[in-house]
T-cell receptor, first 113, second 114 residues
């Protein structure tokens, strides 16, 4: 089957750095995306990696290693507003059974003052 | 700046009722999706559509059907609502053209079946 594994919950301190990991096992792979969802809200797009390496967008960075089927989201200078759930999602190639996005179960990030 | 709109934010329906959830996107996306989200289970795909009148079953299609008569509108239908369909329902649209892959979500419909 196809699956994405990410921790269910991560706790960190305001101002610190936190890394949320995602490992995937899918029949095809075209890219790895990250989404943020606040309680009661809809998921919003954060980043997308199609190639190995690090992509940086402000305080958030996302990393991908296709050979390890692994990626992570790195959040720096944590703020209380970063408390949310974070989802990784894999997109397959056109024609793959997972051409639509396949989602991880989400990681709840708890930030303490 | 609204891109994906769901017809209702909250709905309460009775067991056995036929329920319609509507979703409209204004980005000319070909692909639209219906998910349900339950605590600890993430996003589970019910149905998706890659073109007008085209639909594909997702992971949990039982008890649901969909309709896509126009490109911008994707409807989810609960033929006979049951209490185990109480959930948050999220609609999304996506454009696979180009390198990026950003799904846009509606605000969600929290459905309670009593």
């Amino acid at each position: 089957g196809q699956s994405l594994e990410q921790p269910s919950e991560v706790t960190a301190v305001e101002g610190a750095i936190v890394q949320i990991n995602c490992t995937y096992q899918t029949s095809g792979f075209y890219g790895l995306s990250w989404y943020q969802q606040h309680d009661g809200g809809a998921p919003t797009f954060l980043s997308y990696n199609a190639l190995d390496g690090l992509e940086e967008t402000g305080r958030f960075s996302s990393f991908l290693s296709r050979s390890d089927s692994y990626g992570y989201l790195l959040l720096q200078e944590l703020q209380m507003k970063d408390s949310a759930s974070y989802f990784c999602a894999v997109r397959g190639y056109p024609g793959d059974s997972n051409y639509q996005l396949i989602w991880g179960a989400g990681t709840k990030l708890i930030i303490k003052p | 700046d609204v891109k994906v709109t769901q017809s209702s934010r909250y709905l309460v329906k009775r067991t056995g009722e036929k329920v319609f959830l509507e979703c409209v996107q204004d980005m000319d996306h070909e692909n639209m999706f219906w998910y349900r989200q339950d605590p600890g289970l993430g996003l589970r795909l019910i149905y998706f559509s890659y073109d007008v009148k085209m639909k594909e079953k997702g992971d949990i299609p039982e008890g649901y059907s969909v309709s896509r008569e126009k490109k911008e509108r994707f409807s989810l239908i609960l033929e006979s609502a049951s209490t185990n369909q109480t959930s948050m329902y999220l609609c999304a649209s996506l454009d696979y053209r180009g390198r990026n892959t950003e799904a846009f979500f509606g605000q969600g419909t929290r459905l309670t079946v009593v």
